[in-house]
């Protein structure tokens, strides 16, 4: 069963960074892409990175260049997304999604969500 | 950025009622489209891609549709689980990959 468990919530004060992991079971890590989405309270979806397994290329929304690190650990078939000099407006739910991204580009898996909240 | 505006924003219907939610790009996402339901406490779930194909275990009462910058997504007769936030999802030009506000489906 594919499944992308991701780690807990988080708590962090503005300017601080925050780092969430997904792990993948239940497939062959390098089958899909996977991407992160957030969420913030009350509000839509937002993509903000994408990254290939294989070979570990990224995509990142312009809004978060140089704010924004994804990452992968193919021996524990694990996805990380760094977010540094966090504010208020970063307080969302951040998911990992998976899924093909040839042709047209979807997630068809999600994990659970990690919420983190930023307040002083 | 390809901007993905939907409409409405808020559909009252009725279980049994025919839904049909909309989709409009600022410019041609070709056939990039995708679906997405959401309930409260939930992460999104994929039901359309490619614009018209049902993902896995989607029943055959969910259907999309359209081209270029307009697209819909049909619900041809309501099931009580159905009513959910829907967002539409491209990504052709990309990054970024882009979504749409969102359509609230509420019961009437």
């Known amino acids: 069963q594919v499944q992308l468990v ?9 300017g601080a960074s925050v780092k969430v992991s997904c792990r993948a079971f239940g497939y062959t890590f390098t089958s899909y892409y996977l ?24 995509r990142y929304a312009q809004k978060f260049q140089g704010r924004l690190t994804m990452t992968r650990d193919t021996s524990t078939s694990t996805v990380y997304m ?11 739910i951040y ?4 899924g093909y991204c ?17 307040s002083s | 950025e390809i901007v993905l505006t939907q409409s409405p924003a808020t559909l009252s ?21 995708t679906w997405y339901q959401q309930k409260p406490g939930q992460a999104p779930r ?10 896995t275990g989607i029943p055959a009462r969910f259907s999309g549709s359209g081209s270029g910058t307009d697209f819909t997504l049909t619900i041809s007769s309501l099931e009580p689980d159905d009513f959910a936030v829907y967002y539409c999802q491209q990504r052709a030009n990309w990054p970024p990959i882009t979504f749409g506000q969102g359509t609230r489906l509420e019961i009437k």
């Not at chain 1, 540094?84 to 969302?92: F, K, M």
């Not at chain 2, 025919?18 to 600022?26: D, E």
């Not at chain 2, 994929?46 to 993902?55: E, G, P, Q, V």
């Open chain 2, 13 to 33: 219907l009725s279980p049994g009622e025919r839904a049909t939610l909309s989709c409009r790009a600022s410019q041609s996402v070709s056939n990039f489209l």
């Open chain 1, 6 to 14: 991701q780690s807990g919530a988080e708590v962090k004060k503005p």
């Open chain 2, 46 to 55: 994929l039901l359309i891609y490619d614009t018209s194909n049902r993902a």
């Open chain 1, 35 to 58: 991407h992160w989405v957030r969420q913030a309270p009350g509000q839509g979806l937002e993509w903000m990175a994408m990254i290939n397994p294989i070979g570990g290329d990224t």
């Open chain 1, 102 to 118: 040839s042709g047209d580009c979807y997630f068809d898996f999600w994990g659970q969500g990690a919420l983190v909240t930023v």
């Open chain 1, 95 to 98: 998911y990992c999604a998976g």
């Open chain 1, 82 to 92: 760094e977010l540094s000099s966090l504010r208020s407006e970063d307080t969302a």
